[in-house]
């Protein structure tokens, strides 16, 4: 984990930015994160984990399930939680690629890559779009 300096705060902002927009308090975004999978479990965040996440204190890692209630109550796209969780806890940055695969992109997961320049950037997805259209040799 990285130290308090470096620490990076992607899910801190996306859920601060998100209750400003959609203007929550941290009470009522706790009361709507419901994993859509389990809705008999309640909520999966509560008041304050909430509130420290989004002032940059240390919370745990969220689960599967806090991230899907997470994305419910702040009526984003799941994906969008779980790539911020990715950066936030683990440094890595997921970058989506349009191709032909089961859910229309390729996602590719790798650490520092905000640290590349534009042009290594583009090297990167230009070899994943690649790699997307690749198809598998057919078993006959």
């Known amino acids: 984990m990285p130290?308090?300096?470096?620490?990076?705060?992607?899910?801190?902002?996306?859920?601060?930015?998100r209750m400003k927009?959609?203007?929550l308090s941290y009470r009522t975004l706790?009361?709507?994160?419901?994993d859509p999978e389990s809705p008999d479990e309640g909520p999966t965040w509560t008041?304050?984990?909430?509130?420290?996440?989004?002032?940059?204190?240390?919370?745990?890692?969220?689960?599967?399930?806090?991230?899907?209630?997470?994305?419910?109550?702040?009526?984003?796209?799941?994906?969008?939680v779980q790539d911020a969780m990715r950066a936030q806890f683990f440094d890595i940055d997921s970058v989506r690629v349009e191709g032909e695969t089961l859910d229309e992109d390729?996602?590719?997961?790798?650490?520092?890559?905000?640290?590349?320049?534009?042009e290594d950037r583009l090297k990167l997805r230009k070899i994943a779009?690649?790699?997307?259209?690749?198809?598998?040799?057919?078993?006959d």
């Open 21 to 23: 927009e959609l203007d």
């Open 129 to 139: 779009e690649d790699w997307s259209q690749m198809r598998p040799p057919s078993v």
């Open 30 to 34: 706790a009361a709507r994160t419901v």
């Open 47 to 80: 008041r304050g984990t909430l509130e420290n996440l989004a002032k940059g204190l240390k919370v745990k890692v969220p689960g599967p399930e806090k991230v899907r209630g997470l994305a419910a109550g702040l009526a984003l796209p799941h994906r969008l």
């Open 3 to 17: 130290d308090e300096a470096t620490r990076r705060t992607d899910l801190a902002d996306l859920v601060s930015s």
């Open 106 to 118: 390729t996602l590719v997961m790798l650490r520092h890559y905000e640290t590349l320049s534009p």
